[in-house]
Every structure is written in C-alpha cells, then in structure tokens.
C-alpha cells in the first residue's frame, strides 16, 4: 500500500481560515495521489487541482543534473496533456522538449514504439486505436483498432530485433497484465502469456530479446520471458511511480529508458533502468525548460529512433544478400566482385571481417549471438553498408 506523509502548510500570508482550507484540499488531493492510476494525470485532477499540487511539489523536486547539457540519443515521445504534441528531446538534455508536431491520437496514448522495419512509430492509445507516425513529420495515420486479450488495455509496446515482431503488455488495472505479439499490418493479435503483474506498464526490450515491465502496484522492475510471458522480479525502481510510464531501449549504447511519472516529486522524469537490479537513476525532469510546465506534462512512452532494416548508406548496384533474418547463413551476390565483407554489431565491434574475391558467395553467421547487425560490403572499390537481423 502506497502512503504519502503529508506536510505542513506551504501557503502563507492569507487567513486562517482559508489556510485550513487549503490544507484540507491539499490532503484530499495528496490521499487521491496516493492510489493507483494507469492512464492520464487529466483523468484524476482538474486543472486547478494539478496547479496547486504542481505548487506543493516545487519545493522537493530534484534539479535537472548539471552534467547533462546533450551528446544524448534523441528519444521521440507524446505530451497528451498540455500541448497534444509529438516530439523529441535529448537524453543528455531531457529539459528540453521538442515540438515536431500536433498529435493525432483520439484518446489518451498510453503505449509507443519505434518500428525499424518502416521508419515510422507504432502507437496505440487507451481506446485500442493503432495509429503510425512518422518521426520526421509528426503525422499520424490511423491504421485500424486493436482488441487487446482478456478486455485489458495496451499499456507498452517494444519491437523484438530478434523475431522482428512488435511485443505489447496490457493489464486491466485488477490484477491482470499479459504479453502479445501484434502484427503493425493487420493488427492481429496473439496472446504469448499472463505475466502475474498486478499492474503492468511499460515495455522494454534488450538486444538479447529479454523483455522488462514496470508494474506500478509494487514499484518493482520485472524481467519478463517473452516464450510464455512469466515475469521474475529484479527488485525496486526507487521512487514511488503511477499513471503511465513509458520504456524504450536504446539498441546502441545498450541503456534502458524509463519515461516515468514520479509521484514523490509530481512529475515526468527520465530515468535509466539497471537491467540487473532493477533500480532506476533519475537523469531529468522531461520537458521541465522547455517548454517548462511542472506536473502537468505526461510522457506515457518514449523510444529512441534506430535505423531501419534496409539500406543504411547508398546502395550499390547489383549487390544482394539474402536471407534476412537469417538463421545459419547469408547468400551473397553481386555484378562486379565482391573484394570485402564487414560485419559489426550494434556497440561498432568488428565480429567478421572476410575477403571474398567473387561476384558470388556464402558468409556463415551461425556463430554470432542473436540480434541487429552492420554489414558493410566493398564491390569493385565501393562501400555501402546494410543492417540484417541473425536469429
């Protein structure tokens, strides 16, 4: 059971009377706190509420670290709250809060996540619309609606490099919260699994295909098992979290993101997840300079941007490699001679480097751990670089 202690007055200068008031409203609003919310601020305050507990808070809220000033990965996420937007910030600047444009969802957009294989994201709000968006634009495009299992709401999406399937979480509220895997075409959806998380939210998932879920009942970060969806707890995120959150994981540099609503300091934070332990380190107040705004601001998902599954560099003319995903090996070919193939994974490490001398050959991968790969091929003196998922 989560408890908040409640403070003195911080109201001074008016009446007694009024003081008494105040406080009253304030404990009210502080005990309403305290309960378990899985969608939007909006939803449980008015305005004016949200106002005065945005005053109480300022006092206790951490500053934004000093350094942090950029040289982050850009992350992409909603603000339905203020502004109805779609933008970015940076996870070395999360103060700042980009409008790329107006957002397009019809209800509340309580689940996101980057799709490398069409650029764009994939978003489902509280109503079961599926939307996509594109990053550059902010425009959204209703794709149809989605029937999450047993009359849960999606509350997490992540994509899974390793099946190239998108992965959701979604939870009633009551006690029931299950894994799926979601077609972003047809929308279908299969049920992979009950996590036995009283409240899921949030969606994280690694380059070894480990999934993680945020259940905001008990403030514990879970490993989830994405063959049957059982979750084995990591321990505590260390704050006291409510309302949606969002996950992304930044393949790259290998960092989980956090987009979190923080009801200690009533406001969205970014925060990292240690993917061992489960605690969480507290990087910044998203959106806190600008455009400034306090608690009223929700981010209820957040994602960093990774290219998509096709041609990184320019192509080069005739040159072709197949399968992919590919299990055991890829099939190379190309019209002029294929003098070099370089394959790096995702952290920039070199992990094959063959000369090949031939217009046409085979490159065993078998060896190589699951997930995202670079491969660069030189032909006749020319370079361009693919990615390819090895399963």
Known sequence: MKTIT?????LFGISTICVAQTDNNLDELLSRLDQ?????ITDVFTVEEIQLLDTYFANVRPQNPTRLKGGGVDLFAPENNVNNS??????????????????GTADFEGAGAYNPVSGTYFVIDDAGNAY???PDTGIYTFLGTVEAPNGENVTGLEFNPLDNKMYAISTDGEGSTTVSTINTTTLAVEEVG?????????????????????????DQMFRINLNDGSATSLGGIGFDSSFGQGMGFDHVNGILYL???NN?????????????SGATSFLGAIGSVVPGGGGIFQFAWTGPQTSQLSVLDNNLSGFDFSPNPVTTALSLSALANIERIEIHNLLGQSVIDEVIHQTNGTLDVSPLPAGI?????????????YQFIKK
């Open 264 to 276: 200690t300091t009533f406001q969205s934070e970014l925060r990292e997840v240690d993917t061992v």
């Open 36 to 40: 378990n919310h899985r969608g939007s």
């Open 259 to 261: 987009s979190a609503f």
């Open 373 to 385: 790969y670079i491969l660069t091929a030189t032909v006749d003196g020319q370079q361009a670089s």
């Open 6 to 10: 409640i403070l003195s007055a911080l």
């Open 132 to 134: 996509e968006v594109n």
């Open 194 to 218: 009950g996590t036995g998380l009283t409240l899921g939210i949030a969606l994280g998932i690694d380059n070894a295909g480990n999934g993680y879920a945020l259940d905001i009942d008990v």
């Open 86 to 103: 779609f933008g970015h910030y940076n996870s070395g600047d999360p103060g700042t809060y980009n409008i790329t444009g107006p957002g």
